[in-house]
C-alpha cells in the first residue's frame, strides 16, 4: 500500500500516558493521504487505558491495534527497571502480520516532529536495522564494540523479512539469556551485541539525544559531524527524552520538554501534574542558575514548537 507507515510502541500502563503523547505526535506529524498502523504491544495495559486510547484514533487513514503477547518467562534476563515492555521489540517480527515487511519502533518517552515516511522507505543497504548512534555509550568496551559503533534501540527501522529470515530475535534472547550478568541495557546490549555489525546508521536528527547538546560544542568547526550535531539539535525529527530527562518531571533542565506538554495536553491525560513541583523543589530549581542558562541557551538553537 503506497504511503504506509507502520509504527510500533509497547507499554505497560505505568508508561501509557508517554506512549499517548508519543502515538500522538506521530499522527500530529503524518503526510497527507498518508495510512498509518499503530501497532500497541500490551506489556500491562488495562481496559480502561485501552479505550482512551482507542477514543483519540478515530480519524480516517489512522489504525490503532493493540496486540497482547504472551509474555513468557524470559529465563534469567535482568529485566531492572525496564520490565517486560522493553523486551517486546525483539519479538516485533512474529508479533506483526507476515505480510508486514518493514515497521517503525519507537520508544515512549519520545516526540515525533517529522513525518516518518522517509523512515519506511530509507534504503537500509540490506541491513536488517537501521538505527542512531548512542551518544556518550559506556557500553562498547563492556561488549567489544568500538566506540561510536553502538546504536541506541529507542528509535529502530527494521527489515521484518530479514528479521524471520535470520531468526534475529532468537538469537537476542538467546544471547541476552547467556549473558545476563554483562546487560546493563537489556535489549538494546542484546541487539547490539547481535547486530553491531549488520546496521544502517540514520543521522542523529532521527533520536536526537540529550547529550547531543554537550558533544556539540567538542565537534570541530566545519565538519560534516559537526553539521549533523547541529541539524540534531536545532531541529530534530525525534526527540528522545533518555535516562533522567523525562519532561514529565519539574526538575528536568531538558530545553525542549516543552513539547512532550505541547502534546499531553491533546490527550485524555492532559490532566497530568509534576508529581515533584512542590515549594522546595521550586526554590532548588530557581537556585540552578547555571542549569537554567543553559536550557535558555539550547532553547534559542532554532527548534520550532508546534503550534
Request: proline content about 6%; aromatic content about 10%; some cysteine.
Amino acid at each position: 500500500m503506497p504511503n504506509r507507515v507502520n509504527v510500533v510502541v509497547a507499554s505497560d500502563d505505568n508508561y501509557i500516558q508517554h506512549l499517548a503523547v508519543t502515538l500522538y505526535s506521530v499522527v500530529a506529524n503524518r503526510g497527507v493521504n498518508q495510512q498509518l498502523y499503530l501497532y500497541v504491544l500490551d506489556a500491562g495495559i488495562t481496559d480502561h487505558s485501552r479505550r482512551r486510547l482507542a477514543a483519540m484514533f478515530n480519524e480516517p487513514g489512522v489504525h490503532l491495534e493493540v496486540i497482547s503477547p504472551t509474555l513468557g518467562d524470559v529465563g534469567n534476563i535482568p529485566l531492572k527497571r525496564y520490565g517486560h515492555a522493553a523486551l517486546l521489540r525483539i519479538s516485533i517480527a512474529d508479533l506483526l502480520p507476515q505480510e508486514i515487511t518493514r515497521a517503525i519502533y519507537l520508544d515512549c518517552d519520545i516526540v515525533v516532529l517529522s513525518d516518518l515516511q522517509y523512515l519506511m522507505e530509507v534504503d537500509l543497504r540490506n541491513h536488517p536495522i537501521g538505527a542512531v548512534e548512542n551518544l556518550g555509550s559506556r557500553a562498547t568496551a563492556r561488549l567489544g564494540i568500538e566506540p561510536g559503533h553502538y546504536f541506541n534501540s529507542g528509535v529502530l527501522v527494521m527489515d521484518l523479512d530479514k528479521w524471520r529470515e535470520q531468526h534475529i530475535g532468537d538469537k537476542v534472547m538467546a544471547y541476552m539469556q547467556e549473558n545476563s550478568d554483562m546487560l546493563h541495557f537489556p535489549d538494546q546490549d542484546g541487539l547490539n551485541a547481535v547486530l553491531h555489525e549488520d546496521w544502517l546508521r540514520l543521522p542523529l536528527k532521527w533520536n536526537q539525544q540529550p547529550a547531543t547538546y554537550s558533544m556539540l560544542g567538542k565537534q570541530a568547526a566545519g565538519t560534516q559531524r559537526r553539521q549533523e550535531f547541529f541539524e540534531a539539535a536545532s531541529a530534530p525529527y525525534i526527540v528522545h527524552f533518555l535516562a533522567r530527562n523525562k519532561p514529565w518531571h519539574y526538575m528536568t533542565f531538558h530545553p525542549l520538554k516543552g513539547i512532550y506538554w505541547h502534546y499531553l495536553r491533546k490527550t485524555p491525560w492532559q490532566g497530568y501534574r509534576y508529581p515533584d513541583r512542590n515549594p522546595t523543589n521550586i526554590t532548588k530549581k530557581w537556585l540552578m542558575l547555571e542549569k537554567l542558562f543553559k536550557q535558555w541557551q539550547r532553547r534559542r538553537l532554532g527548534v520550532k514548537f508546534p503550534a
